[in-house]
Nanobody, 111 residues
Framework: QVQLVESGGGLVQAGGSLRLSCAAS????????MRWFRQAPGKEREFVAV???????NYKDSVKGRFTISRDNAKNTVYLQMNSLKTEDTAVYYC?????WGQGAMVTVSS
């Protein structure tokens, strides 16, 4: 069973940057499609970014040009680099592959 553990959340001012990490267990990480989702207070969970095993990526429109998803297969880790953060990016960010979810990392962007 794959397990995912996020880290790197925190409090940052608008315009700042944070990098989230998601460490995965399992011997076949290189084959996993990895996704980031987020859930803001009182809202539904929404897709943020995806990276396929071949390295292709896709993003939610509102984060394009600001967020970058990447992976290090040697470390079984996927990253979400978040730049030019806005208050509306405040949410709990979740790492996902297949039906498995991490515990979430809180990101708070202050004005």
């Amino acid at each position: 069973q794959v397990q995912l553990v996020e880290s790197g959340g925190g409090l940052v001012q608008a315009g700042g940057s944070l990098r989230l990490s998601c460490a995965a267990s399992g011997r076949t990480f290189i084959t996993y499609t990895m996704r980031w989702f987020r859930q803001a207070p009182g809202k539904e969970r929404e897709f943020v970014a995806v990276i396929w095993s071949g390295g292709s990526t896709n993003y939610k429109d509102s984060v394009k040009g600001r967020f970058t998803i990447s992976r290090d297969n040697a470390k079984n880790t996927v990253y979400l680099q978040m730049n030019s953060l806005k208050t509306e990016d405040t949410a709990v960010y979740y790492c996902n592959t297949r039906e498995v979810w991490g515990q979430g990392a809180m990101v708070t962007v202050s004005s």
